[in-house]
């Protein structure tokens, strides 16, 4: 069993930067992916990045790249999601989420992780 705690969310204006930060506890596998998605009110769970626990290869979508970067701390357990210029359409709830095995093709799809935070709420302002 995997726990997951995000924090570092909150009030931005439009341009501005957060960091996010998920503290994994429990049994992470070697092999576990581990991902950030965000849902914004009456929309669908959407990808933002993710990162393989032991080789560090990431993965991201292209209306994100060079802005968002995920990175990770094996030795404190520790994924971050950087975020920088920051849009309105960036407002969302924010996930971290651990997968035990996740294939490349399946790297954006939520039901491909197992475990979910709690989420932590991002929101930009004009």
């Known amino acids: 069993q995997v726990q997951l705690v995000e924090s570092g969310g909150g009030l931005v204006q439009a341009g501005g930067s957060l960091a996010l930060s998920c503290v994994v506890s429990?049994?992470?596998?070697?092999?576990?992916?581990m991902g950030w998605f965000r849902q914004a009110p009456g929309k669908e769970r959407e990808f933002v990045a993710a990162?393989?626990?032991?080789?560090?290869?990431?993965y991201s979508t292209d209306s994100m790249k060079g802005r968002f970067t995920i990175s990770k701390d094996n030795a404190k357990n520790t994924v971050f999601l950087q975020m920088n210029n920051l849009k309105l359409e960036d407002t969302a709830v924010y996930y971290c989420?651990?997968?035990?095995?996740?294939?490349?093709?399946?790297?954006?799809?939520?039901?491909?992780?197992?475990?979910w935070g709690q989420g932590t709420q991002v929101t930009v302002s004009s």
């Open positions: 429990g049994r992470i596998f070697l092999s576990s992916t």
């Open positions: 990162i393989r626990w032991r080789s560090g290869n990431t």
């Open positions: 989420a651990a997968g035990a095995t996740v294939p490349d093709n399946v790297v954006a799809t939520p039901t491909a992780y197992s475990s």
